[in-house]
Protein backbone atom coordinates (compact mmCIF):
# COMPACT_ATOMS: atom_id res chain seq x y z
CA UNK A 1 0.00 0.00 0.00
CA UNK A 2 2.92 2.45 0.83
CA UNK A 3 5.00 1.54 -2.44
CA UNK A 4 2.20 1.96 -3.99
CA UNK A 5 1.34 5.24 -2.77
CA UNK A 6 4.93 6.84 -2.84
CA UNK A 7 4.96 5.41 -7.11
CA UNK A 8 1.77 7.06 -7.65
CA UNK A 9 2.98 9.98 -5.49
CA UNK A 10 6.35 10.22 -7.50
CA UNK A 11 5.12 9.46 -10.87
CA UNK A 12 2.64 11.97 -10.77
CA UNK A 13 4.94 14.53 -9.53
CA UNK A 14 7.36 13.84 -12.40
CA UNK A 15 4.46 14.67 -15.27
CA UNK A 16 3.92 17.77 -12.90
CA UNK A 17 7.97 18.92 -13.39
CA UNK A 18 7.21 17.89 -17.22
CA UNK A 19 4.10 20.06 -17.43
CA UNK A 20 6.09 22.94 -15.91
CA UNK A 21 9.53 22.28 -18.44
CA UNK A 22 6.96 21.95 -20.95
CA UNK A 23 5.67 25.48 -20.84
CA UNK A 24 8.81 27.28 -19.70
CA UNK A 25 10.88 25.99 -22.85
CA UNK A 26 9.28 28.53 -25.16
CA UNK A 27 9.89 31.38 -22.86
CA UNK A 28 8.45 33.98 -25.01
CA UNK A 29 4.64 32.46 -25.28
CA UNK A 30 5.16 31.78 -21.50
CA UNK A 31 5.61 35.65 -20.94
CA UNK A 32 3.03 36.27 -23.31
CA UNK A 33 0.40 33.74 -21.20
CA UNK A 34 1.89 34.62 -17.65
CA UNK A 35 2.00 38.28 -18.20
CA UNK A 36 1.43 40.32 -21.23
CA UNK A 37 -2.26 38.67 -21.74
CA UNK A 38 -3.49 39.21 -18.18
CA UNK A 39 -2.54 42.49 -18.41
CA UNK A 40 -4.57 43.56 -21.79
CA UNK A 41 -7.56 41.98 -20.09
CA UNK A 42 -7.08 43.67 -16.80
CA UNK A 43 -6.82 46.94 -18.73
CA UNK A 44 -9.60 46.52 -20.88
CA UNK A 45 -11.76 45.29 -18.22
CA UNK A 46 -10.84 48.47 -16.31
CA UNK A 47 -11.25 50.58 -18.95
CA UNK A 48 -14.73 49.47 -19.70
CA UNK A 49 -16.41 50.01 -15.52
CA UNK A 50 -14.30 53.19 -15.22
CA UNK A 51 -16.05 54.35 -18.48
CA UNK A 52 -19.60 52.72 -17.29
CA UNK A 53 -19.33 54.35 -13.98
CA UNK A 54 -18.42 57.52 -15.44
CA UNK A 55 -21.79 57.95 -17.70
CA UNK A 56 -23.69 56.61 -14.47
CA UNK A 57 -26.38 58.35 -12.68
CA UNK A 58 -26.04 56.79 -9.57
CA UNK A 59 -22.56 56.11 -7.80
CA UNK A 60 -23.60 52.74 -7.30
CA UNK A 61 -24.80 49.77 -9.64
CA UNK A 62 -26.57 46.59 -7.75
CA UNK A 63 -25.60 48.08 -4.82
CA UNK A 64 -21.82 48.17 -5.47
CA UNK A 65 -19.58 51.09 -5.71
CA UNK A 66 -16.95 51.81 -8.25
CA UNK A 67 -14.09 50.42 -6.36
CA UNK A 68 -15.89 47.29 -6.06
CA UNK A 69 -16.38 46.31 -9.93
CA UNK A 70 -12.81 47.54 -11.01
CA UNK A 71 -11.87 44.80 -7.84
CA UNK A 72 -14.19 42.45 -9.90
CA UNK A 73 -12.51 43.39 -13.16
CA UNK A 74 -9.08 43.21 -12.14
CA UNK A 75 -9.77 39.18 -10.27
CA UNK A 76 -12.06 37.68 -12.49
CA UNK A 77 -9.58 37.29 -15.36
CA UNK A 78 -7.17 35.83 -12.93
CA UNK A 79 -9.59 33.42 -11.53
CA UNK A 80 -10.89 32.59 -14.87
CA UNK A 81 -7.56 31.07 -16.19
CA UNK A 82 -6.89 29.38 -13.48
CA UNK A 83 -10.21 27.80 -14.35
CA UNK A 84 -9.74 26.44 -17.67
CA UNK A 85 -8.09 23.92 -19.70
CA UNK A 86 -8.70 24.31 -23.13
CA UNK A 87 -5.07 23.65 -24.36
CA UNK A 88 -5.00 20.15 -22.42
CA UNK A 89 -8.14 19.37 -23.14
CA UNK A 90 -6.89 20.26 -27.05
CA UNK A 91 -4.18 17.48 -26.50
CA UNK A 92 -6.93 14.87 -25.19
CA UNK A 93 -9.24 15.51 -28.36
CA UNK A 94 -6.49 15.03 -30.67
CA UNK A 95 -4.40 11.75 -28.63
CA UNK A 96 -8.35 10.02 -28.90
CA UNK A 97 -9.03 11.37 -32.73
CA UNK A 98 -5.36 10.65 -34.03
CA UNK A 99 -4.76 7.18 -32.16
CA UNK A 100 -1.80 7.86 -30.68
CA UNK A 101 -3.16 7.45 -27.17
CA UNK A 102 -1.94 4.24 -27.80
CA UNK A 103 1.29 5.05 -26.04
CA UNK A 104 -0.14 6.51 -23.11
CA UNK A 105 -2.67 2.98 -22.70
CA UNK A 106 0.46 1.21 -22.77
CA UNK A 107 1.68 3.03 -20.02
CA UNK A 108 1.39 2.21 -16.17
CA UNK A 109 -0.50 5.44 -15.80
CA UNK A 110 -4.19 6.54 -17.21
CA UNK A 111 -4.85 9.22 -19.82
CA UNK A 112 -6.92 11.03 -17.31
CA UNK A 113 -4.40 10.98 -14.62
CA UNK A 114 -1.65 11.76 -17.16
CA UNK A 115 -3.15 14.87 -18.37
CA UNK A 116 -4.42 15.93 -14.66
CA UNK A 117 -0.88 16.02 -13.46
CA UNK A 118 0.92 18.03 -16.61
CA UNK A 119 -2.02 20.49 -16.56
CA UNK A 120 -1.68 21.03 -12.35
CA UNK A 121 1.83 21.76 -13.14
CA UNK A 122 1.04 24.70 -15.67
CA UNK A 123 -1.33 26.06 -13.85
CA UNK A 124 0.79 26.30 -10.72
CA UNK A 125 4.02 27.90 -12.45
CA UNK A 126 1.68 30.43 -14.44
CA UNK A 127 -0.46 31.02 -11.20
CA UNK A 128 2.28 32.63 -8.90
CA UNK A 129 3.50 34.97 -12.00
CA UNK A 130 0.23 36.33 -13.25
CA UNK A 131 -0.70 36.87 -9.47
CA UNK A 132 1.46 39.84 -9.78
CA UNK A 133 -0.71 41.34 -12.01
CA UNK A 134 -4.03 41.57 -9.81
CA UNK A 135 -2.31 42.70 -6.71
CA UNK A 136 -0.47 45.11 -7.94
CA UNK A 137 -3.43 46.52 -9.71
CA UNK A 138 -5.68 45.50 -6.39
CA UNK A 139 -2.81 48.30 -4.45
CA UNK A 140 -2.51 51.11 -7.40
CA UNK A 141 -5.96 51.35 -7.12
CA UNK A 142 -6.44 51.17 -3.46
CA UNK A 143 -9.06 48.05 -3.81
CA UNK A 144 -11.36 46.41 -1.45
CA UNK A 145 -9.99 43.39 -1.19
CA UNK A 146 -9.41 40.37 1.63
CA UNK A 147 -5.78 39.27 0.95
CA UNK A 148 -6.64 37.15 3.98
CA UNK A 149 -9.32 35.00 2.55
CA UNK A 150 -7.11 34.83 -0.83
CA UNK A 151 -5.96 30.98 0.25
CA UNK A 152 -9.15 29.63 0.83
CA UNK A 153 -10.54 31.30 -2.57
CA UNK A 154 -7.80 29.87 -5.01
CA UNK A 155 -7.95 26.49 -3.16
CA UNK A 156 -11.74 26.70 -4.02
CA UNK A 157 -10.87 27.17 -7.60
CA UNK A 158 -8.16 24.52 -7.51
CA UNK A 159 -10.56 22.01 -6.45
CA UNK A 160 -13.25 23.48 -9.10
CA UNK A 161 -10.30 23.00 -11.60
CA UNK A 162 -10.59 18.72 -11.11
CA UNK A 163 -14.34 19.47 -12.49
CA UNK A 164 -13.18 21.53 -15.52
CA UNK A 165 -10.53 18.43 -16.31
CA UNK A 166 -12.92 15.63 -15.70
CA UNK A 167 -15.60 17.25 -18.01
CA UNK A 168 -12.23 17.88 -20.70
CA UNK A 169 -11.96 13.97 -20.08
CA UNK A 170 -15.68 13.46 -21.11
CA UNK A 171 -15.35 15.61 -24.21
CA UNK A 172 -12.26 13.53 -25.07
CA UNK A 173 -14.15 10.19 -24.56
CA UNK A 174 -16.44 11.24 -27.18
CA UNK A 175 -13.75 11.34 -29.63
CA UNK A 176 -14.33 7.23 -29.96
CA UNK A 177 -17.56 7.87 -30.63
CA UNK A 178 -17.44 10.91 -32.89
CA UNK A 179 -14.77 12.47 -36.05
CA UNK A 180 -15.02 15.97 -34.82
CA UNK A 181 -15.74 16.86 -31.13
CA UNK A 182 -13.52 19.94 -31.32
CA UNK A 183 -16.78 22.28 -31.53
CA UNK A 184 -17.78 20.96 -27.59
CA UNK A 185 -14.92 21.95 -26.74
CA UNK A 186 -15.57 26.18 -28.00
CA UNK A 187 -19.21 25.78 -26.44
CA UNK A 188 -17.98 24.24 -22.95
CA UNK A 189 -15.54 27.32 -22.48
CA UNK A 190 -18.45 30.11 -23.84
CA UNK A 191 -20.96 28.27 -21.46
CA UNK A 192 -18.43 27.97 -18.13
CA UNK A 193 -17.46 32.27 -19.39
CA UNK A 194 -21.05 32.73 -18.58
CA UNK A 195 -22.26 30.45 -15.84
CA UNK A 196 -18.83 31.25 -13.64
CA UNK A 197 -19.76 34.99 -13.75
CA UNK A 198 -16.45 35.93 -15.46
CA UNK A 199 -18.41 37.48 -18.61
CA UNK A 200 -21.12 39.39 -16.01
CA UNK A 201 -20.52 39.38 -12.39
CA UNK A 202 -23.89 37.39 -11.19
CA UNK A 203 -25.27 39.65 -8.92
CA UNK A 204 -25.78 42.00 -11.06
CA UNK A 205 -28.64 39.07 -12.82
CA UNK A 206 -31.91 38.72 -12.24
CA UNK A 207 -32.76 37.27 -8.55
CA UNK A 208 -33.81 33.89 -10.43
CA UNK A 209 -31.24 33.25 -12.62
CA UNK A 210 -28.68 34.86 -9.28
CA UNK A 211 -30.55 31.48 -7.49
CA UNK A 212 -29.77 29.23 -10.34
CA UNK A 213 -26.36 30.01 -11.46
CA UNK A 214 -24.92 29.61 -7.50
CA UNK A 215 -26.72 26.27 -7.56
CA UNK A 216 -24.85 25.25 -10.16
CA UNK A 217 -21.12 24.14 -9.55
CA UNK A 218 -19.64 27.23 -12.15
CA UNK A 219 -19.98 29.98 -10.39
CA UNK A 220 -17.49 28.34 -8.12
CA UNK A 221 -14.81 29.14 -11.26
CA UNK A 222 -15.13 32.82 -10.89
CA UNK A 223 -17.62 34.53 -8.78
CA UNK A 224 -18.10 32.83 -5.44
CA UNK A 225 -14.37 33.29 -4.88
CA UNK A 226 -14.02 36.67 -6.39
CA UNK A 227 -17.26 37.73 -3.93
CA UNK A 228 -15.31 35.94 -1.02
CA UNK A 229 -12.18 37.88 -1.59
CA UNK A 230 -13.56 40.97 -2.06
CA UNK A 231 -16.49 41.37 0.62
CA UNK A 232 -19.12 40.38 -1.25
CA UNK A 233 -20.25 37.39 0.40
CA UNK A 234 -19.10 35.48 3.63
CA UNK A 235 -17.69 31.95 4.21
CA UNK A 236 -20.78 30.08 4.13
CA UNK A 237 -21.15 30.99 0.13
CA UNK A 238 -17.49 29.18 -0.20
CA UNK A 239 -18.51 26.60 1.65
CA UNK A 240 -21.49 25.74 -0.31
CA UNK A 241 -19.12 26.17 -3.69
CA UNK A 242 -16.96 23.10 -2.08
CA UNK A 243 -20.33 21.21 -1.77
CA UNK A 244 -22.02 22.04 -5.16
CA UNK A 245 -18.21 20.80 -7.32
CA UNK A 246 -18.05 17.68 -4.69
CA UNK A 247 -21.40 16.74 -5.70
CA UNK A 248 -20.90 17.71 -9.59
CA UNK A 249 -17.70 16.12 -9.21
CA UNK A 250 -18.81 12.40 -8.58
CA UNK A 251 -21.60 12.49 -11.13
CA UNK A 252 -18.99 13.59 -13.76
CA UNK A 253 -16.78 11.27 -12.40
CA UNK A 254 -19.85 8.40 -13.24
CA UNK A 255 -20.16 9.53 -16.64
CA UNK A 256 -16.41 9.68 -17.30
CA UNK A 257 -15.91 6.08 -16.29
CA UNK A 258 -18.90 4.73 -17.70
CA UNK A 259 -17.73 6.76 -21.36
CA UNK A 260 -13.85 5.66 -20.95
CA UNK A 261 -15.20 1.84 -20.83
CA UNK A 262 -17.45 1.94 -23.19
CA UNK A 263 -14.97 3.84 -24.93
CA UNK A 264 -12.25 1.46 -24.96
CA UNK A 265 -14.40 -1.37 -26.09
CA UNK A 266 -15.08 0.85 -29.53
CA UNK A 267 -11.47 1.59 -29.68
CA UNK A 268 -10.39 -2.08 -29.74
CA UNK A 269 -13.41 -3.30 -31.27
CA UNK A 270 -12.42 -1.31 -34.26
CA UNK A 271 -8.65 -2.93 -34.11
CA UNK A 272 -7.15 0.64 -34.05
Partial sequence: MKKSFVAFWRRNLALCNLGIATNLEYRFNFIVDAFVQPILTVG???LLWLAIFKTAESAQIGGFGKESYLAYAVWAPFLGRIAISWMYESMMVEE???GSINTILSRPLSFYEYYLSQMMGYKLVTTVFSLLVPVAASIYFKLPVFYDRLPAA??????YLFLVHTMSFIISTLGFFLTRVRS?????????????GELVPIDLMPLAMQKFFLM???SSG???PLAYITGRSDS?????????????LAIAGVFSYFFWKRGLHEYTGTGA
Fill in 222 to 224: VYI
Fill in 44 to 46: IEV
Fill in 216 to 218: LPF
Fill in 96 to 98: VGS
Fill in 236 to 248: SMLFQGFQNVTIS
Fill in 154 to 159: LLLVIY
Fill in 184 to 196: FTLVKNLTLWLLS
